[in-house]
């Protein structure tokens, strides 16, 4: 079983950047595709972003798109996600969780383990 840390997160002005990390134990998750979903208050979790164990296929949330990069480094068994121009909506807890299926990758219920989340918080 594998256990995954996310670090990274906390405060920061709207438009401004941070950069998520999630690392892993217990096993290597180079099998495993890797993503990123959130969960602000009163709302579902939702998908942000993906990429394909091999790393060379990545996906994103429409929302996110043009502002979010998500990387891995097999070497460091770790998986980022950089943030720019953040925005007051992008608030909540962010989440990395792996995945075997990529055809269900924007699907929660797809995937296994999931860290503890790390929070982020942009002000206006």
Not at 7 to 26: D, E, F, P, T
Not at 47 to 53: C, L, N, Q, T
Not at 74 to 82: F, M, R
Request: glycine share 10%; hydrophobic share 35%.
């Amino acid at each position: 079983q594998v256990q995954l840390v996310e670090s990274g997160g906390g405060l920061v002005q709207a438009g401004g950047s941070l950069r998520l990390s999630c690392a892993a134990s217990g096993r290597a998750f180079s099998n495993y595709h890797m993503g990123w979903f959130r969960q602000a208050p009163g709302k579902e979790r939702e998908f942000v972003a993906i990429i394909s164990a091999n790393g060379i296929w990545t996906d994103y949330a429409d929302s996110v798109k043009g502002r979010f990069t998500i990387s891995r480094d097999k070497a460091k068994n770790t998986v980022s996600l950089q943030m720019n121009n953040l925005k007051p909506e992008d608030t909540a807890i962010y989440y990395c969780a792996e995945t075997s299926t990529w055809s269900m990758r924007h699907r929660r219920d797809w995937y296994d383990s999931w860290g503890q989340g790390t929070q982020v918080t942009v002000s206006s």
